[in-house]
């Protein structure tokens, strides 16, 4: 399977904080899913990712190239979805795509209008009025639209109801499953990624304490004792969390 995303010994350190010689692969055709709680240095980590905050040591390669050095080439390969809103409230959802659109060379109206018609998006209501859970499925529409071959999230579905939860997580499936594409997708709810997941990435203070596949966990720590229940993922990641403290 061809690498998406290479990360190879990234620090980037603050005053109270640091990300400690990360280095993990994203595979295509695979879901990541991204765990830690809150503070754990998720975000600090795709920013630095996507050159949003400049890292201090390390090397990142996406799609085989330096971000550095071919910037536009890779944004525009890249569909990314924060926790923070970055849309301009005094807009209409057709505004705001109007003014995000041009930074991608394979926007796509066709695609763009499909999204908004299946979750339900009016282009002519104004970004201040949409919940949480419609900023969201309108990021998505957004980062989808441009023919991406990695979409990168954070924390998209912090906050929001199952049923909302269970649409994003269906959609991600549904892109994955095309050829050549990537999901990396964090959170530090861990049932948000036990049933989409391929291979799990659990960051704690800064540093990577589990890299594996999904399954091969699950299965590791399955126990043979038919009687008894096996661990839950989320039993099992709380537990490298103890370990880890």
Not at 66 to 79: D, F, T
Not at 178 to 206: P, R, Y
């Amino acid at each position: 399977m061809e690498i998406i995303l290479e990360v190879k010994d990234l620090c980037k350190r603050y005053p109270t904080f640091s990300l400690n010689n990360l280095s993990f692969k994203l595979l295509e055709n695979t879901i990541t899913g991204f765990i830690g709680v809150n503070g754990s240095g998720k975000t600090t980590t795709i920013k630095t990712i996507l050159g949003l905050t400049p890292k201090d040591t390390g090397d990142i390669k996406i799609f085989g190239k330096e971000l550095a050095e071919n910037e536009k080439e890779i944004k525009n390969r890249i569909g990314f979805v924060f926790d923070e809103g970055y849309f301009y409230d005094h807009l209409t959802i057709k505004e705001m795509k109007s003014v995000i659109a041009p930074a991608y060379s394979n926007w796509s109206e066709m695609d763009f209008k499909g999204y908004l018609d299946r979750f339900h998006l009016d282009p002519k209501q104004k970004i201040s009025t949409l919940s949480k859970g419609m900023r969201v499925k309108y990021a998505l529409c957004i980062a989808l639209s441009h023919q991406a071959d990695l979409l990168i999230l954070d924390e998209p579905s912090s906050g929001l109801d199952p049923l909302v939860r269970s649409e994003i997580h269906k959609l991600l499936l549904e892109f994955v499953s095309q050829k050549g594409k990537s999901v990396f997708f964090s959170t530090h709810i861990i049932s948000d990624i036990e049933n989409t997941a391929d291979a799990i990435l659990f960051i704690n203070k800064g540093c990577i304490i589990l890299d594996c596949n999904k399954n091969e966990l699950l299965a590791i720590h399955k126990l043979g004792d038919p009687r008894v229940s096996s661990p839950t993922l989320e039993e099992i990641v709380l537990a490298y969390l103890k370990e880890g403290n």
